[in-house]
Nanobody
Framework: QGQLVESGGGSVQAGGSLRLSCAASESTYSSYCMGWFRQAPGKERDGVAA???????TYADSVKGRFTISRDKSKNTLYLQMNSLKPEDTAIYYCAAHRRPFCLLIPGDFPYWGQGTQVTVSS
């Protein structure tokens, strides 16, 4: 399977915005459920948002109303628009993909992962 490469991370003050991108090296990912996960130091990897092939989206309660997941199949790219960022959003953010029937925020469902991009939100 081809690579997933995240970009767009960085440092921002609380209340700011960032947009993460995940570029897929193969168009086959257009038929996959894709998601964003994050992992803070000393914590488990948690689901942030997922989008299925029809565009249906799922969000963690902690980011609802602040984050928006989207995908551009023509560019083989997944996005995460993050607004109203909080210090507790600080983590490494990963994109991931799978072909299971249900597109849920369960890390174990996703066999394909990017290398991650750091997001740091200061107060």
């Amino acid at each position: 399977q081809g690579q997933l490469v995240e970009s767009g991370g960085g440092s921002v003050q609380a209340g700011g915005s960032l947009r993460l991108s995940c570029a897929a090296s193969e168009s086959t990912y257009s038929s996959y459920c894709m998601g964003w996960f994050r992992q803070a130091p000393g914590k488990e990897r948690d689901g942030v948002a997922a989008i299925d092939t029809a565009g249906y989206t799922t969000y963690a309660d902690s980011v609802k109303g602040r984050f928006t997941i989207s995908r551009d199949k023509s560019k083989n790219t997944l996005y995460l628009q993050m607004n109203s960022l909080k210090p507790e959003d600080t983590a490494i953010y990963y994109c991931a993909a799978h072909r299971r029937p249900f597109c849920l925020l369960i890390p174990g469902d996703f066999p394909y992962w990017g290398q991650g991009t750091q997001v740091t939100v200061s107060s």
